[in-house]
T-cell receptor
Framework: NAGVMQNPRHLVRRRGQEARLRCSPM?????VYWYRQLPEEGLKFMVY????????ESGMPKERFSAEFPKEGPSILRIQQVVRGDSAAYFC????????????FGSGTRLTVV | AQTVTQSQPEMSVQEAETVTLSCTYD???????LFWYKQPPSRQMILVIR??????QNATENRFSVNFQKAAKSFSLKISDSQLGDTAMYFC????????????FGEGTQLTVNP
C-alpha cells in the first residue's frame, strides 16, 4: 500500500498563474480531506470530498479555490490567479468509508508564489 | 465550533529525559477523539497517539502516553526517554466521532531534544 500520494512535492507559481495540486488516496479510501498549513501555523481544514461529491467546503476561500474528486483519478485542489498569500503547505488526508479514528496524511505540497 | 489550544510554542528537553506537552480544547459535544500528531522537518504528518473520549483509561504507545482529563478538557502528551528523533513539531487535534468529521488542530509545539 503506497499510502496517500501527493504531487508535486514543491510547486512554484508566479502571481496570477494557476496551481493544481493532486492527491491520490490510499487504496480503499473514498474520503479525501484537504488542509492548508501557513508558515508557523497549524493545519486548517479546507474541504472534505467523497467520490464525485463535495461534502463540506466550509473551510475553502470563497474565490479562486476549487476542489474535485472524480470517479476516476486523483483529487485535485485548484487555485486560480494565485497570490503571495497562497504560499503554504497543502496537505491531503484520506480515510475509508467507515467511522474512523484518524486519517492518513500525504507528505504535502509546498506552494510558493513568487 | 471546537477549538484546540497549545500554549507552549517551543519546548526543549535533554536526551533520555521526560517532557510533557500541553493541550486544552473546547467543545460542547460528548463523543469525540483526540490525537497527537508529529511533524518532523520532512513535513510528514505522523500519528503519535489517539484517545477516545469515552475511555477513561489514558492511551499509551511505547514511550508516548497521554493524560486525558475530560472534565478539564485537557489532553497532555508525555514523552519518556526522549530521543533525538523526537525533535519535531507536535500538534494536538480534535475530531468529532461522526464519520467524515474534520480534524481541528492546535497551533503546535516545537520540541527540540538536545544531546
Amino acid at each position: 500500500n503506497a499510502g496517500v500520494m501527493q504531487n508535486p512535492r514543491h510547486l512554484v507559481r508566479r502571481r496570477g498563474q494557476e496551481a493544481r495540486l493532486r492527491c491520490s488516496p490510499m487504496k480503499g479510501h473514498s474520503h479525501v480531506y484537504w488542509y492548508r498549513q501557513l508558515p508557523e501555523e497549524g493545519l486548517k481544514f479546507m474541504v472534505y470530498l467523497q467520490k464525485e461529491n463535495i461534502i463540506d467546503e466550509s473551510g475553502m476561500p470563497k474565490e479562486r479555490f476549487s476542489a474535485e474528486f472524480p470517479k476516476e483519478g486523483p483529487s485535485i485542489l485548484r487555485i486560480q490567479q494565485v497570490v503571495r498569500g497562497d504560499s503554504a503547505a497543502y496537505f491531503c488526508a484520506s480515510s475509508p468509508p467507515i467511522r474512523i479514528y484518524g486519517y492518513t496524511f500525504g507528505s504535502g505540497t509546498r506552494l510558493t508564489v513568487v | 465550533a471546537q477549538t484546540v489550544t497549545q500554549s507552549q510554542p517551543e519546548m526543549s528537553v535533554q536526551e533520555a529525559e521526560t517532557v510533557t506537552l500541553s493541550c486544552t480544547y473546547d467543545t460542547s459535544e460528548n463523543n469525540y477523539y483526540l490525537f497527537w500528531y508529529k511533524q518532523p522537518p520532512s513535513r510528514q504528518m505522523i500519528l503519535v497517539i489517539r484517545q477516545e473520549a469515552y475511555k477513561q483509561q489514558n492511551a499509551t504507545e511505547n514511550r508516548f502516553s497521554v493524560n486525558f482529563q475530560k472534565a478539564a478538557k485537557s489532553f497532555s502528551l508525555k514523552i519518556s526517554d526522549s530521543q533525538l528523533g523526537d525533535t519535531a513539531m507536535y500538534f494536538c487535534a480534535f475530531k468529532l466521532s461522526a464519520s467524515g468529521s474534520r480534524l481541528t488542530f492546535g497551533e503546535g509545539t516545537q520540541l527540540t531534544v538536545n544531546p
